[in-house]
């Protein structure tokens, strides 16, 4: 309530300290002989009640008025009013909580020597003590303002690193949520592209054999039927990591890697594709991301062959020390134009995954996949 109102909270209580002031006044006169409110009592009571409510709008400028009270106060009565002295505390936490320290330091210094000088002309003495309890009480007050503010500082501090530590998690959620999706994405569309270009060809020689050459239409209901249980056990597997719970048990069947590329090249070329493999260098052991990389850059890459080619493709395996390079070639039928398609999009970022590089090259005679995948050398 007092954080939503501050100006009505001080309002209320310079209204209370002030009426009790009065209040106090009056019932100590019922009882014993006190010396009557003098113009300066008032004026003072006044004074201090105009500071404490307005201590929030203009606090430096409060505090000097205060200052000036006090000073003045002792000139008429010789001693300290206990409302402007109270109020010159309010007012001095305000500006240390409200102000750099600097600057608190330097205006409560300023203002306590003032009126300790001023104290010390009324009574005619340089070393006058009679001002130190208000001087004591002005500095406990702007120490405890400073206090505040630093535990303020600290805290907004803490809320805004809490704040950007969040939206940090978020935004690092969100990338790894995009990330999965683009690798999903390569996921279906390497697995759907193949087995489904396979099907698409059995599927059109076994309707024209239908009616010529009946006998050699089972072999291509065979190739359509196996291609089809391919693709659907590794769509099954993909979409049974979507559907695992936060603790899924981690499957033991192992990524697509260049160990399946023998069933490969026996897929494509019972789909009518002739390749001719080259492989160069000693195999070794690849880590498993770049180890599927290559498999699916060739998978893709003769997928594109058979879709786009004469029926014909090349493919190299250059193994070094420290890069495993395989080139995909073949002649194009026509249309066949390079860095088109999401096929090419999706060899290119795998290449990239495994810290490799992508070349796809076009001419009217030949169209080249190059994909160099560098791996640490542990022989």
């Known amino acids: 309530m007092i954080s939503r109102h501050p100006h009505a909270s001080d309002l209320a209580l310079a209204t209370v300290l002030t009426g009790g002031a009065f209040a106090f006044h009056q019932m100590a006169a019922a009882r014993v002989p006190t010396p009557p409110l003098t113009t300066a009592d008032v004026l003072s009571a006044v004074l201090a009640f105009l ?3 307005g201590r929030r709008r203009w606090p430096r400028a409060v505090l000097l008025v205060v200052t000036a009270g006090l000073i003045g106060h002792y000139n008429a009565t010789e001693h300290g009013h206990p409302l402007l002295v109270l109020a010159s505390g309010f007012v001095a936490y305000t500006v240390a909580a409200t102000t750099d320290r600097r600057t608190a330091l330097m205006l409560a210094a300023g203002c306590g020597a003032a009126v300790y000088v001023g104290n010390a002309f009324v009574h005619a003495n340089p070393v006058s003590l009679q001002s130190l309890p208000t001087l004591f009480f002005i500095g406990m007050a702007t120490a405890f303002g400073d206090a505040t503010r630093s535990r303020r500082a600290y805290l907004a501090e803490v809320m805004e690193r809490a704040r950007r530590a969040e939206q940090t998690r978020e935004e690092e959620a969100q990338r790894r949520v995009i990330q999965e999706r683009l690798r999903i994405a390569r996921e279906l569309h390497d697995v759907v592209a193949h087995h489904i270009a396979v099907i698409s060809v059995q599927a059109a020689a076994a309707s024209h054999l239908l009616d010529r050459r ?5 072999p291509a209901l065979d190739l359509i039927r196996h291609a089809g249980d391919d693709v659907l056990k590794e769509l099954s597997s993909i979409v049974g990591v979507l559907r695992q719970s936060d603790d899924p048990v981690v499957s033991t069947e192992p990524a697509p890697g260049l160990s399946r590329l023998p069933a490969l090249l026996e897929t494509v070329a019972a789909a009518g594709l002739t390749v001719t493999v080259d492989t160069t260098g000693v195999e ?8 599927l990389a290559a498999y699916r850059i060739v998978q ?23 890069a495993l390079r395989i080139d995909v070639g073949n002649p194009p039928r026509g249309g066949q134009s390079p860095g088109s398609g999401y096929g090419i999009v999706g060899m ?4 990239t995954a495994a810290d490799g590089t992508l070349e796809v090259r076009g001419t009217p005679d030949r169209f080249t996949v190059r994909a160099t995948l560098p791996f640490e050398d542990k022989s």
Not at 309 to 317: K, M, R
């Open 51 to 53: 500071a404490i409510a």
């Open 214 to 218: 009946p006998e050699q239409v089972r």
């Open 284 to 291: 070794r052991a690849l880590p498993a991301v770049t180890d």
């Open 300 to 322: 893709e890459a003769l997928t594109n062959a058979h879709k786009h080619g004469t029926g014909s493709a090349d493919l190299s395996l250059a193994w070094s020390g420290r």
């Open 348 to 351: 290119r970022e795998r290449a």
